[in-house]
């Protein structure tokens, strides 16, 4: 597997490593804001910005297991780390379009809402969210037991919302559109077929 050689190097990296790491986009879109580099439109500079990055962790965590059955590269220490990252991201984004687009204004923020369905998909998928965030702490690993594995499922509907959300608000999906679309829909397919031949082998053991 081409993936196993790396393993050994990544013993030395912490997942700590990989929070700073995940801090840099954010140090980024501050910069781009104080050096007026954000864009003519800066609310929707930072906004856009922040929706992307979140969307680059939450689809990046789907991806954690598919890669380590595939080219056997184990990355499952840093899925924490990863998913956390995606949740701030997505906090944050959203935290841009309350504070910066709608200035606090409740009743602008609900018709926006009303203007733009998929901003009711965004929430959705960030809802969604906060019960994996409150409960990625080892404390509730151990306490939730299997039904940590249930909940945590919710992941798959939380970040299909999010990358619906992200298609839905262009005009005409671009080929990016596209591209998130069609690695998002790989990532479901793989872990079907990974979940389908896992009930197979159990199927086929008890059967022998
Ligand atoms: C899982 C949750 C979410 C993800 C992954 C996500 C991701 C994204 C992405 C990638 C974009 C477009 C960025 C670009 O074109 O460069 C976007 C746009 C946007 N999102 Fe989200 N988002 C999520 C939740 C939310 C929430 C909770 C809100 C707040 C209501 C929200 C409000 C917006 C707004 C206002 C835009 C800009 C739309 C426009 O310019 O017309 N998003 N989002």
């Given amino acids: 597997m081409p993936g196993v050689s790396l393993n050994g190097a990544l013993r030395r990296v912490p997942p700590g490593a990989v929070y700073l790491l995940g801090l840099l986009p954010l140090a980024w879109i501050v910069w781009l804001t ?3 580099g954000i864009g003519v439109d800066p609310v929707k500079g930072i906004e856009h910005r922040l929706g992307k990055v979140a969307l680059w962790f939450l689809v990046g965590g789907l991806a954690i297991t598919p890669l380590r059955r595939i080219t056997g590269l184990n990355l499952l220490r840093y899925r ?8 701030g991201y997505v906090a944050a984004h959203l935290l841009a379009w309350v504070v910066l687009d709608m200035g606090f204004l409740w009743a602008q923020a609900a018709a926006d809402l009303v203007k733009r369905p998929y901003l009711l998909l965004g929430i959705t998928g960030f809802a969604l969210l906060v019960p994996l965030a409150l409960t990625s702490n080892t404390a ?5 037991g299997r039904n940590w594995r249930r909940l945590h499922w919710l992941v798959y509907p939380a970040v299909s919302l999010g990358v619906l959300h992200y298609l839905m608000q262009m005009k005409v999906i671009s080929s990016e559109g596209w591209i998130w679309a069609a690695v998002l829909a790989g990532l479901l397919g793989v872990r079907l077929v990974l979940r389908f031949r896992g009930r197979l082998g159990v199927l086929w053991a008890d059967a022998g």
């Fill in 34 to 36: 104080l050096s007026g």
């Fill in 80 to 87: 924490r780390a990863v998913g956390l990252l995606g949740f």
């Fill in 140 to 144: 509730s690993v151990r306490r939730l």
